[in-house]
C-alpha cells in the first residue's frame, strides 16, 4: 500500500499552477520513479513512455526543500487557452475566473493519478487579493477534496 502527497503551487517561470506529488511505502520508503510508474493508471503510464523527463520532473519542492516530482508545467498554459477557447466570457474579456480555472486545471490533472474530481470541490478562500490582471499569482486558496 503506498501513501500519496499533493501539493499545488504556482509557478511564477510558467504564470500557471503546478502539480507536486510524492508516494511512500507502507515502511516510509519514498517511491522512485519507476515505482510510480507502476501504480499509475494504465493512459499515465503510456504517456511517461513517452515523454517521462518532459512529463514528469523531480526537483526540490519550491517551499518545502525537499525533493517531490511534479508535472511539467511547460505545456499547462497552452492545452488551458484550448480548453477555454469557445467560452464567450474569455473570448471577449480574456479572463477565467480563478474558481472556474482551477477546477478545469485539477479536471485534467487529477486523472492522471487516477483520481476523479470530487462533485463536492470545496474552495475556501484563505485571502484573495486579485491583481488588476486577475491572475494567480496573487489569490491563494486552501483546497479540501471530498472524495
Known sequence: MTKKDIITTFSSSFKVPVLYFRAFCS????????????DLPAY?????????WTFITQEEHPYLNR????????????????LFSNELSVVSQGVVVVEKYLTSWFSVVLP???LKIPLKLSLTFMSCTHNKSGNLASARYRFSFFL
Open 67 to 82: 525533493p517531490w516530482y511534479k508535472l511539467h508545467p511547460c505545456g499547462t498554459s497552452e492545452w488551458m487557452k484550448l
Open 44 to 52: 499515465t503510464a503510456q504517456r511517461l513512455a513517452i515523454s517521462k
Open 27 to 38: 515502511d516510509g520508503e519514498p517511491l522512485t520513479i519507476e515505482d510510480l510508474e507502476k
Open 112 to 114: 492522471i493519478f487516477g
